[in-house]
């Protein structure tokens, strides 16, 4: 792994955001490395194939990184905010169901946050 690659897995396993790559990369310069945005990129790409970060595509948003333990996500339909869901592994159930075996899924379970359903004025 490179240095950079290190530097990028550092902060998506430390970090409670879903950050996107310029996320990562402002970041990365405002603790003073001196990165591109394209280096960003090109070693998030790598860390994802090696499968030491996960890739959360966003449908009409840039892609978010995250840490590979198994959870799931809430993501605000409004505003795009990402939470973690710590539900329950459900490949063995699902493999028992469908008789294939399940290595991974990724679910995305979509809602309003409280800030925008405070802003619509819809209650709980």
């Known amino acids: 792994m490179t240095t950079n690659a ?40 790598r860390l994802c194939e090696e499968g030491l970060v996960r890739k959360i595509p966003m449908d009409g948003q840039p892609d978010r990184y995250d840490k590979t333990i198994r959870h799931d996500h809430l993501i605000c339909e409004k505003c795009g905010a990402i939470s973690d869901a710590m539900l ?18 990724d679910l995305k379970l979509f809602w309003l946050c409280d800030k925008c359903r405070a802003k619509s004025g819809g209650t709980k």
């Open 6 to 45: 290190a530097k990028i897995l550092d902060i998506v396993s430390l970090s409670t955001e879903h950050l996107t790559a310029e996320g990562l990369y402002g970041k990365l310069k405002e603790s003073g490395e001196k990165m591109s945005l394209a280096t960003v990129y090109n070693s998030l790409a």
């Open 88 to 105: 329950e592994d459900y490949r063995e159930e699902f493999s028992k169901k469908s008789g294939v075996e399940v290595t991974f899924y």
